[in-house]
């Protein structure tokens, strides 16, 4: 008797957000959390230089079918504020955690955004942080961090108490060179994102070296600067493969099941925006979204900087238990949203 082993496909649904320093839009988002009901929240880590790069890092709250709630959070160095925002976690209480990688901190905010407290500083110890990115909480309702220049991930309390962490700088099984995206499965074991080692490595929830996959390159199952790294509860893991700009998604075996390079199309905030302004919107219509590209260098990110619907920055990937992935596309000010089909 022959098994036949159902290998799900993965189909693009909608595009969220356009650029927008203020209010209902994003200004390079960096990472998002997910909420009850298809709320998002989305981390923008800030704007260009002229018109104030801090003034314009928040949080925006929105929906994964496009309505807008509002935003919260400011750019600084006060109490509650974000210089360099990399990461955002809630955990089952609907608290929020925002890691910061100049400050040196994770700040704490209630579900409605309302500051709590922060709590870490900078240094090499155990429970002190250099460029933390990733956050996010384990299923043991634990936080773990991907301490960056540390080379290690380190396990919190969600009130900041160190409980214990691993890695070290190297390339070996177990090391890390400047770790950036998290990830837990169903069962707790972590998935760690290895920036500079072009891999993802997988640990148990104590921190023990199982496996690993990728190696620098832009072929299927190569990775180059990958920055994120999610599990579904099917165990299917979905990386944001950040310097080949695209999302590779492997099955449980290791197998690549699919590669998303973009595919967005014209959200609706957009679309009202370009209705109330006509100028835009034929300047718009007159240009070529799709050119052909001829890259004299970097191909993967020339091109995805010359085609509107591609990928450009993917720093993030999210998935929900209705099978929707969630790609921050940070340098198109967007999220695009796909789909797991059965």
């Known amino acids: 008797m022959t098994t036949t082993i159902h290998t799900p496909t993965f189909a693009y649904s909608h595009t969220v957000g356009f650029l927008a320093y203020r209010g209902r839009?994003?200004?390079h988002p960096i990472d998002l959390a997910l909420g009850d009901g298809g709320v998002m929240?989305?981390?923008?880590?800030?704007?260009p230089e002229s018109v104030g790069r801090l003034e314009l890092k928040r949080v925006c709250v929105c929906t994964v079918d496009e309505g807008y709630i509002g935003e919260w959070g400011a750019g600084g160095t006060e109490?509650?504020?974000?210089?360099?925002?990399?990461?955002?976690?809630r955990d089952g209480d609907g608290r929020f955690y925002i890691t910061d990688e100049a400050l040196q901190r994770v700040n704490v905010f209630d579900p409605d955004g309302n500051y709590i407290r922060h709590w870490g500083n900078a240094g090499d110890a155990p429970g002190q942080l250099n460029r933390p990115a990733a956050i996010t909480i384990a299923p043991d309702d634990t936080l773990l961090i991907s301490d960056g220049l540390n080379h290690r991930v380190q396990r919190f309390t969600v009130a900041g108490e160190y409980l214990d962490g691993w890695g070290g700088y190297g390339a070996q099984a177990g090391q890390f060179n400047t770790p950036w995206g998290l990830g837990c499965d169903?069962?707790?074991?972590?998935f760690v994102a290895d920036w500079r080692n072009d891999r993802v490595q997988a640990f148990t929830s104590a921190g023990r070296f199982v496996g690993q996959w990728g190696a620098s390159g832009d072929g299927k199952g190569q990775l180059s600067r990958p920055a994120s790294v999610a599990v579904d509860d099917a165990g299917y893991i979905y990386v944001a493969d950040w310097g080949n700009e695209r999302v590779q998604i492997f099955a449980p075996d290791g197998e690549v099941?699919?590669?998303?390079r973009g595919d967005a199309t014209t959200s609706t905030w957009a679309r009202e925006y370009l209705a109330a302004n006509p100028d835009e919107a034929a300047a718009r219509q007159s240009a070529n979204l799709a050119p052909a590209v001829a890259p004299w260098r970097d191909r993967h990110r020339e091109t995805s900087a010359g085609v509107e619907s591609l990928f450009w920055g993917p720093t993030s990937v999210s998935v929900d238990s209705e099978g929707r992935i969630y790609v921050v596309d940070s340098c198109r000010h967007r999220v695009q949203v796909y789909r797991k089909m059965a």
């Open 41 to 47: 929240y989305v981390l923008n880590r800030g704007g």
């Open 25 to 27: 839009g994003f200004i």
């Open 186 to 190: 169903t069962d707790g074991n972590v």
């Open 79 to 89: 109490n509650g504020q974000f210089w360099w925002p990399s990461g955002i976690a």
């Open 257 to 260: 099941a699919a590669i998303l």
